[in-house]
């Protein structure tokens, strides 16, 4: 088994994609916390990935990369960003360059498209309209694998994330959901197969009208397994009867109607 060394994995998304990997992979398992319900073939590591130092001992004798972690919230500022979704990005790929490892998965977020309509969207070709701070960090981490993707020969797949739930809670989520099955085959894709150089593809399962084509992951094999309309929250609500406050008439939905923070660094 290869052994992949895995950031914010104690997160939520890593707790869906963790089960499906460690039947193909040995796992490191890097977050300010330790992971909880180890299987034989994982490992935690409690670190911090803004700290250079700590992020080098991590990834030293991986065979890859799958990086998930990050600051978010709702109304985060920029200066909250700084370490854990640019310095940290830069962390890792450096780290990836110094250690000879081959693969780099990036958790990236339907959100760097967020501003854009959902009337009329165009998917997978949108321009990039990132909305918020939280947004705009995955934009710059895209770039960065693209940095060293070209420079260095790292192959590197960016997932932009739809909405990793258990269930679909809204009428806008249902277009952009995705299983922690689904998500996994992808993540396997990124870090397996052979044509993957610079990737972009979208993290989302099967769904009804669904905003993004997937164009590309399906072009590299990617066969969604699980299907929204099987996932509906009980409390779903439809999009026409969402609050302005959700942003239903947008693709990043809540973060659209929040202000931009920007705070003077102390």
Known sequence: MKTILVTGAAGGVAARVRPYLRERYNLRLLDLR????LAANETAI??????????????QGADAILHLACAYSLDIDFEATLDANYRAQLYLLDAAREHGI??????SSHHVLGQHRV??????????????????SKVFGEAACALYAHRHGIKTM???????TDTIGD???QHIW????????????????????NEVVYGVSRCAAPFFDNAR???????????AQDNLSPAFVAREAMPASEGPDFVGGPYVPKPLIVRTPQ
């Open 46 to 59: 409690v670190g911090d990935i803004a700290d250079r130092d700590a992020v080098l001992r991590a990834a």
């Open 34 to 37: 330790e992971a909880c319900d």
């Open 171 to 173: 009428g806008r989520r």
């Open 119 to 136: 009337d009329g969207f165009a998917g997978d070709h949108a321009s990039i309209a990132p909305d918020g701070f939280y947004a705009l």
């Open 217 to 227: 992951a399906t072009e590299l094999g990617y066969v969604p397994q699980d299907s």
């Open 158 to 164: 960016s997932i932009r994330i739809g909405s990793a």
């Open 178 to 197: 995705v299983s922690g099955r689904d998500l996994a085959q992808l993540i396997r894709v990124g870090l397996e197969h052979a044509d993957v150089s």
């Open 102 to 107: 081959g693969r780099f998965v990036f958790a």
